[in-house]
């Protein structure tokens, strides 16, 4: 089974940088398509980041390109999502997901808040 756990999240603020992890049991790294998700209050989860493999390839949504980074430390099986210059908006509870042929899998999820 297929375990993902998400840290990292805290209140700071705007300006400031955080990194998430996601630490992925069950399966080596690089045998699952992984990304970041996030859901404000009120609104629909987002698509954040994703990272493919064989190539490794990786993408952003729009509104966080240049800010955003994902990290792959395959050695620990673990994806971190290192977030710079963070604005109120991306106040969320963030989340990871690992998808497997047609299984897939989330995290619990881990909130992080932007606030003066």
């Known amino acids: 089974q297929v375990q993902l756990g998400e840290a990292g999240g805290s209140l700071v603020q705007p300006g400031e940088s955080l990194r998430l992890s996601c630490a992925v049991s069950?399966?080596?790294?690089?045998?699952?398509?992984m990304s970041w998700y996030r859901q404000a209050p009120g609104k629909e989860r987002e698509l954040v980041a994703w990272?493919?493999?064989?190539?490794?390839?990786?993408n952003y949504t729009d509104s966080v390109k240049g800010r955003f980074t994902i990290v792959r430390d395959d050695a620990v099986n673990t994806l971190y999502l290192q977030m710079n210059s963070l604005k109120p908006e991306d106040t969320a509870v963030y989340f990871c997901?690992?998808?497997?042929?047609?299984?897939?899998?989330w995290g619990q999820g881990t909130q992080v808040t932007v606030s003066s």
């Open positions: 997901k690992a998808q497997r042929n047609t299984e897939i899998f």
């Open positions: 990272s493919n493999n064989n190539p490794i390839r990786i």
């Open positions: 069950g399966t080596p790294l690089n045998n699952v398509f």
